[in-house]
């Protein structure tokens, strides 16, 4: 059985559709974990599940003017995640390495050249992009997701208020996501959002 979500599937998947990433973000939140067990007894492996979640999510975001067709996305979602798991990633695509970059950081390394190259390119991309922001947006976007500090923990840090805090990380987000979606295209709306729930 698929779990209920708090509002109509159907309109779910329509918010969807018009590029409503509050409604991506519920969705997301809403299937993950299934489909990572579903996705993990078919590779016996926890990054492969991992990757193929994002991807299947990746891949409902840039062909999100569909979603309204669905009619029963749980055994949509199913399939996907088989067709995905038996066909393996390809971990070449450009979008594939800016979301390992993203989540990741260093933690995965390819042994091949070309791999490098885009990483290494993606990786001061991105640096240059948090530089671009204001001291205050720079202090804090890193506290939050380089240390890990909570929202309470930041505004303690710099003896200012959590409202402070919420605002400069939101202008440090807006600020990215335009930079990485300026660059790499309407598919980075969906890093960026898989970014924001820091997974």
Known sequence: MPEKLPYNERDLLLQVSKGNEIAFRQLFNTYRSKLYSYILKITDS????????????????????????????NAYLNR??????HNGMKRMAKETLVMAELEKGAGYESSDPDDQLVRKEIRQFINDAINKLTPQQREVFRMSREEGLKQEEIAQRLNISILTVKKHLTDALNSLRKEISDSYGPYAVALYVIYCLGV
């Open 46 to 73: 926890k990054e492969s599940a991992e990757d193929v979640v994002h991807d299947i999510f990746l891949k409902l975001w840039t062909t999100r003017e569909k979603l309204p067709e669905i009619q029963n996305l």
């Open 80 to 85: 996907m995640a088989h067709n995905h798991a």
